[in-house]
């Protein structure tokens, strides 16, 4: 954990120290929010029902993992789900960009080809949501979109909202950035559809768990035979994603010891990111594994994620939808 989230997720007297600059923030985020409602500031609206899946935090709660889920359950049900993304910490020339489970991350970004590869659902991305999004039905026969991390995108009119949040650290001390971690007020919950805690929840709260899959060898996604071939030795663990501590929390329950290495979110990997000057097995994120797939060697492992989700999330969300669509 940052310094800054140090001081974000505990009741540090330092952090009141930057709550005057998180008055003006809000007054920002109120503002900007408000030209959005009275139409100052465009909203498009598109012919398909428009998913946004978001948080009010910054850092990660688990919205990947949510996105995917939904994709799934969506296909399920007979729909053709197309997905959008901001394509964070790729640096294409030009967007919005189509992506493909073998498109090049550098390009597009981490989470994106992540999710087109998970889920096998055509993919747009770009900082302009709309684009992404037009240009993902222009090219494809989608009935529905998923806009992932987009709560606070008002450009994109959207028919759902769902917010993550993180059951453990929930909405840390409370403030807007940069005192606290909280990208809107709490009370911005109130308005959405549906709230998701990723690892416990409260009231008016549906409960995500992850957990871990068994590894997979970079080189040739070969899946390991059992959690034994990573206990017993030292193991390197690395993550470059939003919440490290879940990650390194999760693999030290399954009893592998860990030596930690931590990056920041979308971090551009390179080999000597991943060498450690020994032959130990390296166990990384799906995501971080992703980019790191180009040079990485035998000890190289990714750890998919897989996701349980509260039964009544489906049925509440399944019926909303038919209800948005019905007018």
């Known amino acids: 954990m940052s ?12 952090s009141w120290l ?12 109120a503002l900007r929010r408000l030209l959005y409602f009275v139409r100052i500031f465009p909203v498009t609206r598109l012919s398909v029902p428009v998913i946004v899946v978001g948080n009010i935090t910054v850092g990660g709660t688990g919205k990947t993992p949510l996105v995917e889920a939904l994709a ?7 729909y053709r789900p197309g997905l959008v993304s901001r394509g964070y910490g790729g640096n294409a020339a030009k967007w919005p960009q189509q992506v493909r489970g073998d498109s090049d991350p550098v390009s597009v970004g981490d989470e994106a080809v992540l999710l087109a590869r998970r889920t096998g659902c055509p993919m747009a991305v770009g900082p302009k949501r709309v684009a992404a999004a037009l240009a993902l039905l222009k090219y494809n026969q989608c009935d529905v979109i998923i806009s992932d991390d987009g709560l606070q995108h008002y450009a994109l009119a959207r028919d759902i909202e769902i917010a993550v949040i993180d059951g453990v650290r929930r909405m840390g001390n409370g403030h807007l950035l940069p005192a606290g971690p909280l990208r809107e007020p709490k009370r911005r919950l109130k308005k959405v559809d549906l709230v998701v805690a990723n690892g416990g929840g409260t009231r008016g709260e549906f409960t995500m768990n992850t957990r871990l899959g068994l590894p997979r060898r970079l080189i040739d996604n070969r899946e390991a035979d059992d959690w034994s071939m990573f206990t017993g030795g030292q193991v390197h663990g690395v993550a470059g994603i939003g919440n490290p501590a879940r990650f390194y929390n999760a693999l030290e329950k399954r009893e592998v010891n860990l030596t930690q290495h931590s990056y920041p979110d979308h971090h551009p990997f390179t080999q000597q990111d991943i060498d450690f000057g020994d032959h130990a097995p390296v166990l990384m994120t799906e995501k971080d594994g992703v980019k790191c797939k180009r040079f990485a060697r035998l000890n190289h492992w990714y750890v998919p994620i897989e996701v349980e989700l509260d039964s009544r999330f489906s049925v509440r969300f399944l019926r909303l939808l038919k209800e948005k669509q019905s007018g």
Not at 3 to 14: H, M, Q
Not at 18 to 28: A, G, H, K, N, Q
Not at 72 to 78: S, T, V, Y
């Open 3 to 14: 310094s800054l989230e140090t001081y974000w997720y505990s009741d540090r007297p330092i």
């Open 18 to 29: 930057l709550v005057p600059v998180s008055w003006l923030y809000r007054l920002v985020v």
């Open 72 to 78: 799934k359950m969506l296909e399920n049900e007979g």
